[in-house]
């Protein structure tokens, strides 16, 4: 079994949208969801092509690493589209055997639903995680969401367990790499046998897995308590978010964007059904 | 009276029992300790397992409250009734603990940040808590990492950042709780040099547990714990000079000295509190030369 998982796969540089204030590139990212699905012909999502283009190009990200990333969802990708060909019923019928009606309406649909998810991810994980570092994420998002505190909702203490989970997410994949190994070297089979044999094989992982993490909470909040700290409350931050005018006119661009797609959609041309 | 500082910590006839859940009679972790730490020594406690070295130092940084006896910080019984959370927390301010598995104690993804992470809780101004960072990160030697993962360094140095956290918020006085026990030889260098440097430089008190006895001989004072009491007390040289009663409860003393001891019972005139493996030799020399000029 492979661990090798990437995490908050944050990619070191100095573009401006590294350097950018999380909380804009939290509020781009919804911004540029929705403009993603405002967009309905082949002129809008030119625009958006062009656009997610641009991205790439000013977070200097190596578009090598973007499309590793996106290999790893080809299957998400392919399966949605490819529903998509089966379902959409339209006027130019292309294949008809039995229950099965293929529309030119159809693949045009699959491809854009394609298209959608990639620019979607694309852009969103270039403006939040190749770009922003998950403390910095976690820091812009209880931010932003610090108003809530008045209706009592534990904002707080929500971002520090994303910080926590984070910290200790790698430490766990390790953990469990080694209790597996502990374990084969012991004889135990996690790969052969039925689906209830190799569940059972889990058994001796988990447990040990569990007690380590529960000892690990208890001494990080032991730990924590003896650095003074008492919650959110009276707590500062070394790192002071602030926003500059240019992040105000990044996120403006987005609802430019925006606009420029409602009018798009207005030109004619072939509109998606969805 | 003559003129005494006040001892940055002081344990007064303290004894404590772990409570049991399964109605056995509870065994004591401590009995009626006794121990005055001077601000700015460098304090080794040394110690089988379960004798009770790291309840001493819940006791000293107030994770554990005494069952009766007092702990003292700064000249303030911490064990009175009429201590608050504030009193607590200011207490805190003064005596910090690294422990011993550096993973457990990192909080954040960012180096820098957990350096960060004591300072903001006592709610410094940011300014202020930037120049405490990039200082204690300068002073554990750990500058060029400020903005790495934790979880890709070395142990030695995962336990470096965990003391620069502790470092960024003043503290007077850090106790280590085998924080040198899950490291290799280099990493146990590493913040052994630095612990020392901390002492030396910054007149930080420090209160090592330890069971490496060539850790202890670094400090200026050694104690002894053997089953919840204190069994002997004083500089390295008086404490490891009578192997006998250390080995009684199981534990080594410096390989020097067990060589000096084995020599003097053979016979020959020698010292026993010499640590330093090149003395060592020379005074083993000079003992066999005088031995041959008396024949
Ligand atoms: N959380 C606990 N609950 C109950 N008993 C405990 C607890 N922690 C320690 N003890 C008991 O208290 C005694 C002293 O333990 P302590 O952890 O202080 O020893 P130590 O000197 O630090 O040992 P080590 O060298 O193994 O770290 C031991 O007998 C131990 O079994
Ligand atoms: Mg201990």
Known sequence: MNLNISFGQYCEGNSILHRMDPRMKIIASILFIVVIFLAKNLFSFALLILSAVVLIAISAIPVRIIARGMKALTFIILFTSIINIFWIKGETELVSFGFIHIYLEGILNALMIALRIIILLVGTSILMTYTTTPIALTDGLEQLLAPLKVLHLPVHEFSMMMTIALRFIPTLIEETQKIMNAQKARGADFSTGSLIQRAKALVPILVPLFLSAFRRAEELATAMECRCYTGGEGRTRMNILHATSKDYLFCAAFVLLGAAIILLNRLGGYALAW | ?295
Request: net charge negative.
């Open chain 2, 1 to 295: 009276m003559s003129e005494t500082k006040t001892p940055i910590i002081e344990i007064r006839d303290l004894s404590f029992a772990y409570p049991t859940d399964d109605g056995e009679a509870p065994k004591n972790a401590l009995t009626n300790v006794n121990l005055s730490i001077e601000e700015g020594s460098f304090v080794s406690i040394l110690g089988h397992n379960g004798s009770g070295k790291s309840t001493l130092a819940k006791m000293m940084s107030l994770i554990l409250m005494p069952d009766s006896g007092s702990v003292w910080i700064d000249g303030k019984n911490m064990s009175a009734e009429d201590i608050t959370e504030e009193d607590v927390l200011d207490a805190r301010r003064k005596v910090g603990m690294v422990f011993q598995n550096p993973d457990n104690q990192i909080v954040a993804t960012v180096v820098e940040e957990d350096v960060a992470f004591g300072p903001e809780n006592l709610g410094l101004p940011s300014a202020e808590i930037r120049r405490r960072v990039d200082e204690a990160l300068e002073m554990v030697g750990m500058t060029k990492y400020a903005r790495h993962a934790p979880h890709n360094l070395s142990g030695g140095q995962k336990q470096r950042v965990a003391i620069a956290g502790i470092i960024a918020m003043r503290r007077r006085c850090i106790i280590f709780d085998e924080s040198t026990a899950m490291l290799d030889p280099a990493g146990r260098r590493e913040v052994m040099d630095t612990i020392e440097r901390l002492n030396r430089e910054e007149n930080i008190t420090v209160l090592h547990i330890t069971h490496y006895m060539n850790e202890a001989v670094r400090a200026d004072r050694v104690v002894v714990m053997d089953s919840g009491r204190i069994l002997l007390d004083g500089t390295p040289s008086e404490v490891f000079s009578q192997p006998e009663t250390l080995w009684n409860v199981r534990l080594d003393v410096p390989q020097t000295t067990e060589l000096l001891y084995h020599m003097k019972k053979s016979g020959y005139n020698v010292r026993l509190d010499i640590f330093d493996p090149d003395e060592c030799a020379e005074e083993i020399a000079a003992a066999i030369r005088s031995d041959r000029d008396a024949d």
